[in-house]
């Protein structure tokens, strides 16, 4: 995952760099690049579109308690 994620990307990454620099740029190296990429890009769109996970939710409260809520929200003052 590291290798894929940081690796691959960075080397993609500094191979699109390079060849925005040089005079005449490589389009098989930009294929190259492109193909180092794809990987980790397809991974974090498909962590975006998966939408939130159940862990990210607040957990339901035991049957009987109640959430605190605050002064403001009660009419008081807060003192």
Do not use: K
């Not at 740029?25 to 974090?44: D, E, F, K, Q, T």
């Not at 579109?49 to 990210?56: I, K, N, Q």
Request: glycine share 12%; aromatic share 4%.
């Amino acid at each position: 995952m590291l290798l894929r994620d940081v690796g691959l990307t960075g080397f993609g990454m500094w191979i699109i760099y390079t060849q925005v620099e040089a005079a005449s740029p490589n389009a098989a190296l930009l294929v190259v690049a492109l193909g180092c990429i794809a990987p980790a890009a397809r991974s974090a769109v498909a962590t975006i579109l998966s939408g939130p996970t159940s862990s990210s939710e607040s957990p339901a409260l035991p049957e009987g308690q109640h959430s605190r809520s605050s002064p403001a929200e009660e009419g008081g003052t807060g003192e």
